[in-house]
């Protein structure tokens, strides 16, 4: 799945948030970030794929 650069952006504007208003604190995020990192090598990552990719036709407008 290509992931477009919106949803990077907004990913990381929610987490930059998160961190400022929510007081989730820097290690914390790091921590998520890497632990996200490490399942994407895992035989997880095709059905975490999957089920993203079917949210994503879920709450995007078709043609």
Known sequence: MTVSVPLVVLLGLAVVLAVRYLKLRLWMALICAVFGY??????????IDRALQ???DWITPGP
Do not use: N
């Not at 490490?38 to 059905?47: G, K, N, Q, S, V």
């Open 38 to 47: 490490l399942l994407a090598a895992t035989t997880l990552a095709p059905d």
């Open 54 to 56: 079917a949210f994503l």
